[in-house]
């Protein structure tokens, strides 16, 4: 499965720090893909061109084994990326602050009894989203313009 939530992150800062660009005929078999290219494992690649497995995906082997994906062949490009440790640590940051958080309610806060909960909240009163929350820290990645649209 591709890892969406890292994969908006890079959306939003609009940097997917690539580093190789393998452009051609690809195919997807038992979520092996083949490449031409040398990638190491632990490395971030981006596909891109595809019907079904467009997305972000950790090499874990050397076999470019990919988690949960469909047979494809393709034309497109594969990015081999070259992703800071600290954005990668941020990334799992802001992932993990979305679980806890309830990226999909619009509750600012609530009272009842003894209890009362109150998240942070954006100059105008809406509820703080990622994007609001770690800003600073996601400034030192943000580029101008993206070369890659995904």
Do not use: C
Not at 28 to 55: A, E, F, K, P
Not at 67 to 87: A, M, N, Q, S
Not at 94 to 118: P, Q, W
């Amino acid at each position: 499965m591709p890892l969406t939530g890292m994969l908006s992150v890079m959306r939003e800062v609009r940097n997917f720090f690539e580093y190789t660009a393998e452009i051609g005929e690809f195919e997807i078999v038992n979520s092996i893909i083949t490449l031409t290219d040398d990638y190491l494992l632990g490395q971030y690649i981006l596909i891109t061109g595809s019907i079904l497995n467009d997305g972000l995906y950790l090499l874990h082997d050397d076999l470019y084994t990919l988690d949960v994906v469909i047979d494809e062949k393709f034309t497109g490009i594969v990015y081999g990326l070259r992703v800071p440790r600290d954005f990668v640590d941020l990334s799992n940051e802001i992932i993990e602050f979305n679980k806890k958080a309830g990226i999909n309610s619009d509750l600012v806060s609530e009272s009842f009894g003894t209890y009362s909960y109150r998240v942070a909240t954006t100059s105008d009163g809406m509820r703080a989203g990622w994007i609001d929350v770690f800003a600073d820290r996601l400034r030192e990645f943000r580029h101008m313009f993206t070369t890659i649209n995904v």
